[in-house]
Each structure stands twice: as C-alpha cells, then as structure tokens.
C-alpha cells in the first residue's frame, strides 16, 4: 500500500530556535544529575543554530545530545540527510547484504515468521536481503522519510508505512500484527528510546521477537576525526540522539516484558555494535 505522506519541517518561528529543545541538566535515563560533556563543537555547515552537544550521565553512562533537536530538528535531519539512495552504489553494499542475512539468520532457531515489520527501514534494504532467508515471510517497512516509497515502488516492502512507530495512529493501527519487529541502528536516532521500545512491544504478538542492533556506546563519539572539529563536514559528524550501554538498555528490555534470548557483539561496518534479540513475554 502506498505510504502515508509526512510533513515537511515548519517555518522558524521569529526569535526561537526551532531545531532544539531547553538544554535539561538531568540524564533522560536515570535521572541523575551527575553529567559530563563528551563533545562540544559548532552546528556548523547543518545550517542548524546552537551548538552540537553530547553529555554523559556519571552515574549510569548514558550518552546523549544535550539540547535534544525537536521534532522540526528531527525532520530537518531526515530531510538534509535521507541516507545513500542505493546500495548499488555502495562499496560496502555486499558487505552489507552478507551483514542483513547474517542478522536474519538470528530468527532460524525459531518458528518461521509470517509477518516482520522492518522500522527505520529506509530503502529496503534489509527485507530484500532477509527474503533469502525468510521466503515464507511478509516483510513490511516503516521510516519517517520518502525512502520508504522507493522501497514500496521497488517491491522491497509489502505494506510501506511513512512515519514514527511511536505515533498514535500507527501503533494503534499495526496492534498485535507482527511476529517479528526488527530495529537496526534505530532507535539511537529516536527521541525515546523507551517509547520505541514499549512501541514495538505494542505492535508484537505475544511471544514475538524484537530484534535490535544498537553501536557500541564507546565508538560513535570516540572515534571523531582529530583537530580542530569545526571543520566537520555534515556527513561527518555522530548523529546518535542516545547511546545506550548494553546493560542499561537489557535491563529495560526486561522491564517492559521481553525475555533475553541472545546478545553478541557484530562488526560488519563501523562503528561496533551489540544485536540483542528478545522476545516478548507479556
């Protein structure tokens, strides 16, 4: 089915910063007040005003950008930076295929899905490559962007949907619907990580899978390019809104009703990521 169209972003109001909330002075996570700033340096070239910050909370060592862009902020970045329009043209693209089979394969140890919804799919990617895997299998795609219209006109998708699982409409929509709900480099870039994860919880059938790979919480921002960071291009610079060390985000896994079934450690591309799959139990 044809996606949903999204918004584009909003005008600035006169004399507000659109692209960013109050900075807090609390960690979203734990709550503490005990934060450290990890890296500081202008917009720059976004073409965003303010000052790209991430701050690490002491206690729990949850990283996150602290002022958290807005939902106009969130847009601009989808719309300023969609992502590689095709994996064709990527020297990676093999890599990366071997890499989404190699994910897909995490779910042969159990029943054959009927239904898998891909969020964040962008392009496709990921169910066109799954499909060799997972032949009996509907593979849907969700993304907040125009990606998801190529995967749909492209047949990468069954059933494309344009948007944010945590909107109403969507979730109330896709209740109970999947047996498998994957998330690959996602739910750092959401607004709350826990809404996404109480989401996919939502539109899970009991005793669905929730398939996640999340980067290495030490990489994204350890790794930056040396000197003088004002002259980071675009492209270059961390995007992550939140990054979740392995133990705080299991933990929560456990709290919203999933079941811990395997966690490893996965290294087709930097950054190092951890891929957790658990199911929902509740």
Same mark, same amino acid.
């Given at each position: 089915?044809? &996606? ?13 910063? &659109? *692209? ?21 340096? &202008? ?26 862009? #807005? ?44 239904? !898998? ?8 990617? *990921? ?11 509907? *593979? ?27 909107? &109403? ?14 998330? *690959? ?16 919880? #939502? ?28 002259? !980071? ?50």
């Amino acid at each position: 089915m044809p &996606p949903t169209p999204r918004p584009e972003p909003g005008r600035p109001a006169t004399g507000a910063d &659109p *692209f960013h909330e109050p900075r807090r002075d609390d960690c979203p996570w734990c709550g503490s007040r005990q934060l450290r700033t990890r890296v500081r340096a &202008p917009e720059g070239r976004r073409r965003t005003p303010g000052t790209f910050a991430v701050d690490e909370c002491r206690d729990c060592a949850h990283a996150f950008q602290n002022p958290r862009p #807005t939902a106009d902020g969130l847009l601009l970045r989808h719309h300023q930076h969609p992502g590689a329009d095709d994996g064709r043209t990527d020297p990676d693209g093999r890599r990366r295929r071997g890499h989404h089979r190699g994910a897909a394969r995490a779910l042969l140890p159990y029943a054959e899905p009927e239904s !898998w919804l891909d969020v964040g799919t962008g392009h496709g990617h *990921f169910p066109q490559a799954a499909r060799a895997i997972h032949p009996y299998t509907s *593979f849907d795609g969700l993304d907040p962007t125009r990606r998801i219209e190529r995967a749909w006109e492209a047949g990468r998708v069954e059933e494309a949907y344009q948007g944010l699982l945590t909107d &109403p409409e969507i979730t109330a929509r896709l209740r109970a619907r999947y047996d498998v709900v994957s998330m *690959f480099h996602h739910l750092e870039h959401t607004a709350d990580p826990r809404d996404e994860l109480r989401a996919a919880h #939502t539109v899970l059938r009991p005793g669905g899978h929730l398939l996640l790979e999340v980067p290495h919480p030490a990489r994204p921002f350890g790794t930056l390019p040396l000197g003088d960071r004002r002259y !980071w291009r675009p492209r270059d610079r961390p995007r992550p809104l939140h990054l979740m060390p392995p133990r705080n985000l299991l933990t929560e896994l456990r709290s919203l009703g999933y079941e811990i079934l395997t966690t490893r450690h996965c290294t087709p591309l930097p950054p190092r990521a951890h891929r957790i799959l658990a199911r929902r139990t509740t």
